[in-house]
């Protein structure tokens, strides 16, 4: 059983050392649930293949099909997928390059391979209610000179597919040149 000293330490709410710290009136340890407007991180994920598939038949959409139903076999997941009147684009992990050589190989379309791609990713919250950041984004890549294959965007993230190199180099300058908006 407690004793009277004990009842009244475990009474007493706040201990003066405690309650007395510079942290607790700052506010020190609250949790942020809204991350601030504009870019507040610029990542690059590396490890893929870039690929290029062109001269597709006619039915165009036929030709799309067998390809995608020949990736999709070889158990090869793909991102980016753009088209084009008869040629369709998309990256895929660097790892699956000899199987989606295959799979490529065996419908006999012709395609181009390239590894050593990656993607920078710009985060924004609401980037594309942001008037202007975009465009800011994709001037300070314009700019550059540097070679892009794919840009892509998400209400909160654009996406540049590049060489390894060349997205290490975009890093650096977007985190340099959009101004201390950019953490990461």
Do not use: W
């Amino acid at each position: 059983m407690p004793t009277p000293d004990d009842q009244q330490a475990t009474r007493e709410p706040f201990r003066q050392d405690v309650s007395d710290r510079e942290a607790d009136s700052r506010g020190a340890g609250e949790t942020e649930f809204e991350k601030r407007r504009g870019v507040n991180n610029v990542e690059i994920r590396t490890g893929l293949t870039s690929a290029y598939v062109s001269g597709l038949a006619e039915p165009i959409m036929d030709s799309r099909l067998r390809v995608l139903a020949a990736v999709r076999d070889a158990g090869v997941s793909i991102d980016f997928l753009k088209f084009a009147h008869s040629a369709m684009s998309f990256v895929a992990p660097e790892a699956d390059q000899e199987s989606l050589g295959r799979a490529l190989n065996s419908l006999g379309v012709q395609h181009e391979l390239e590894g050593g791609r990656c993607v920078v990713i710009v985060h924004a919250v609401n980037m594309q209610d942001e008037e202007g950041l975009v465009a800011r984004i994709v001037s300070e890549v314009i700019a550059s000179g540097e070679e892009v294959d794919h840009v892509g965007d998400m209400h909160d993230r654009l996406l540049l597919v590049t060489d390894v190199p060349t997205g290490e180099r975009l890093a650096v300058r977007l985190r340099e040149r959009i101004p201390d908006e950019v953490v990461g």
